[in-house]
T-cell receptor
Framework: DAGVTQSPTHLIKTRGQQVTLRCSPK?????VSWYQQALGQGPQFIFQ???????QRGNFPDRFSGHQFPNYSSELNVNALLLGDSALYLC????????????FGQGTRLTVV | DQQVKQNSPSLSVQEGRISILNCDYT??????FLWYKKYPAEGPTFLIS?????DKNEDGRFTVFLNKSAKHLSLHIVPSQPGDSAVYFC?????????????????FGQGTILTVHP
C-alpha cells in the first residue's frame, strides 16, 4: 500500500514563473492538506481540501491555489514565483481531516532563482 | 506572530537517559496538541498527542505533559535511543473533539533537533 506520494521531489524555477506540485494521498484517505516548510522553520499550513473543495486556508496570498480531483489527489499551484517561495512543500493526507492519522509525503523541494 | 514556539533548536542526550523537549503556545483557542518526528528526506510522522482536557498522555517510552495555565507542553522520551535522533515538531490545533481527534489546520513550532549519543 503506497503512502502519500508527491511529485516532483525537486525542481528549480525562475522568479515570475508558475509551478504545479502534485500529491496522491494514501489509499482510503479523502482529505489533503498542504504545508510550506522554509529552511529552519516548522511547516506552515497553506490549505486543506476535502470533497474537492477548499475547506480551510492559512495566511497565504492568492498566488497559492489548489485543486482536488475526484480520486482525491491534489495539486498546489503557485503563480508569479518569488525568491521567498523557495521551501519544502509537504502534502498530508487523512480521512475526514483528522490529524493523528494523517500521513505526510516526503515533500517537494522548490528552489526559485 | 509565532503562536507555537520551541525555544531549544537542539538537544543532545546520552543513550538511556531522558530527553525532554519543550513547547510553548500563545493562542488560548488551541485545544489539541501533537508531536511529530521527522527524519531527513522524509515527511513528519505523528508520535503522540494530547487533548486540552488532559494533562498527561503516555504511549510506551513517550509521555506528553500539558500545563494549560502556563501554555506549555513537553515531550519526555525515556529511555532515549540512538534511533530517536531526529527533528521533533510540536503542533497545535484549535479544532478537536472529546473523542480524541484533532482536525484541520495545524500550527507548528520551529522544531528541535534531538541527538541521542550511544
Amino acid at each position: 500500500d503506497a503512502g502519500v506520494t508527491q511529485s516532483p521531489t525537486h525542481l528549480i524555477k525562475t522568479r515570475g514563473q508558475q509551478v504545479t506540485l502534485r500529491c496522491s494521498p494514501k489509499s482510503g484517505h479523502d482529505t489533503v492538506s498542504w504545508y510550506q516548510q522554509a529552511l529552519g522553520q516548522g511547516p506552515q499550513f497553506i490549505f486543506q481540501y476535502y470533497e474537492e473543495e477548499e475547506r480551510q486556508r492559512g495566511n497565504f496570498p492568492d498566488r497559492f491555489s489548489g485543486h482536488q480531483f475526484p480520486n482525491y489527489s491534489s495539486e498546489l499551484n503557485v503563480n508569479a514565483l518569488l525568491l521567498g517561495d523557495s521551501a519544502l512543500y509537504l502534502c498530508a493526507s487523512s480521512l475526514g481531516g483528522g490529524n493523528q492519522l494523517a500521513f505526510f509525503g516526503q515533500g517537494t523541494r522548490l528552489t526559485v532563482v | 506572530d509565532q503562536q507555537v514556539k520551541q525555544n531549544s533548536p537542539s538537544l543532545s542526550v546520552q543513550e538511556g537517559r531522558i530527553s525532554i523537549l519543550n513547547c510553548d503556545y500563545t493562542n488560548s483557542m488551541f485545544d489539541y496538541f501533537l508531536w511529530y518526528k521527522k527524519y531527513p528526506a522524509e515527511g513528519p510522522t505523528f508520535l503522540i498527542s494530547i487533548s486540552s482536557i488532559k494533562d498527561k498522555n503516555e504511549d510506551g517510552r513517550f509521555t506528553v505533559f500539558l500545563n494549560k495555565s502556563a501554555k506549555h507542553l513537553s515531550l519526555h522520551i525515556v529511555p532515549s535511543q540512538p534511533g530517536d535522533s531526529a527533528v521533533y515538531f510540536c503542533a497545535a490545533s484549535a479544532t478537536g473533539d472529546a473523542g480524541g481527534t484533532s482536525y484541520g489546520k495545524l500550527t507548528f513550532g520551529q522544531g528541535t533537533i534531538l541527538t541521542v549519543h550511544p
